[in-house]
């Protein structure tokens, strides 16, 4: 059977839902979304690529910045529209900011820190 038999792309737009998960330490790393090509590609190649809703293609995770996701297992949820990506992040950084985890604004009272690592500088590896 075909993997993509079980996923629901007709929700979104064509798109689903896909959460990367360290899969040694169970920190979340980042949200983004998959097409059907995205989701072939990384269940072909095994590091994992996404679509760009900004760039309107699809997006190799670390093309740019080196920093790639590494496939160790993929998940849906019961409904096939969520996928959880269980990944070695390779290079330390999650993030376009630089950081680990895109996950570094923490509510504390009224006002949000940043927690975050910080792997590298985004100015210096993009440019921008």
């Known amino acids: 059977m075909d993997p993509l038999e079980s996923l629901d792309f007709t929700k979104g737009d064509g798109l689903v839902t896909a959460i990367a998960q360290d899969d040694?330490?169970?920190e979340?790393?980042?949200v983004a979304f998959m097409n059907e090509a995205a989701f072939r590609?990384?269940?072909?190649t095994g590091e994992?690529?996404?679509w760009s809703r900004s760039r309107g293609k699809l997006w190799h995770k670390g093309e740019?910045?080196?920093n790639t996701q590494q496939v160790k297992a993929i998940f849906s949820d019961?409904?096939?529209?969520v996928i959880l990506l269980r990944v070695e992040q390779r290079g330390g950084?999650?993030?376009?900011?630089?950081?680990r985890s895109c996950f570094f604004n923490k509510l504390e009272g009224?006002?949000?820190d940043d927690v975050g690592v910080q792997v590298f500088d985004p100015k210096q590896v993009y440019g921008k």
């Open 41 to 44: 590609a990384t269940v072909e």
């Open 93 to 99: 950084a999650a993030c376009h900011t630089g950081r």
């Open 110 to 112: 009224d006002r949000w």
């Open 78 to 81: 019961c409904d096939g529209d």
């Open 48 to 50: 994992v690529v996404y």
């Open 24 to 26: 040694e330490t169970d």
């Open 28 to 30: 979340i790393l980042m």
């Open 64 to 66: 740019e910045s080196g």
